[in-house]
């Protein structure tokens, strides 16, 4: 099932989220919604937060052609990052066509587990160690703006919540 995705300024998205505990059919069902609704809108990661679940669980997917790699990582934990820095011009399906340059280790070390519970570690590079560390923030309420100067931060949440207007007047409507 496509859940839908919250979109910045909202309370739910500035919050840290909880460490996963029960392994049950529930998780399942949520980390198949959270890949549907990736590969929906289309994005190269998810994270649970931004469709409302306050919880540790991100998904993933940065192959750009070929074979597919859905990732689940549930409590993931950068153990260990890289001392060189790689720029990406980032965007958050939760900031909807906004994108700017973002400055973030090249490298980072992962710990996590399925959604099995299965201890997992990778070591993650390219663009697929911007999305991992952009996911992470997600479950500790920080959005990619917060590392932008106020200026344009203020500018896309401006933005943001002018969309936010849009939209709810045009479900009324
Ligand atoms: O789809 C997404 N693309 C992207 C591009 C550059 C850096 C990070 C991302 S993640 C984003 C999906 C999203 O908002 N995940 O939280
Ligand atoms: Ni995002």
Known sequence: MIRPILIHP????????D???EF???????AKD????????????????QIGVMKRILVMDCVKEGEPRPMVLVNPKITWASEDLGVY???????????????????VRVEWVDETGKPQEEQFSGL???CVQHEIDHLDGKLFIDYLGPLKRQMITRKMEKLKRERARQAQA
Do not use: N
């Not at 909202?10 to 989220?17: E, F, G, H, T, Y």
């Not at 049950?24 to 949520?30: G, K």
């Open 10 to 17: 909202d309370p739910r998205l500035k919050k840290l989220c």
């Open 19 to 21: 460490p996963v505990t």
């Open 24 to 30: 049950d059919a529930d998780l399942a069902v949520l």
């Open 34 to 49: 959270m890949l549907e609704t990736m590969y929906d809108a289309p994005g190269i990661g998810l994270a649970a937060p």
């Open 89 to 107: 011009e980032e965007g958050c399906l939760s900031i909807p066509d906004q994108y700017a340059e973002v400055k973030r280790p090249a490298e």
């Open 128 to 130: 697929w160690a911007t």
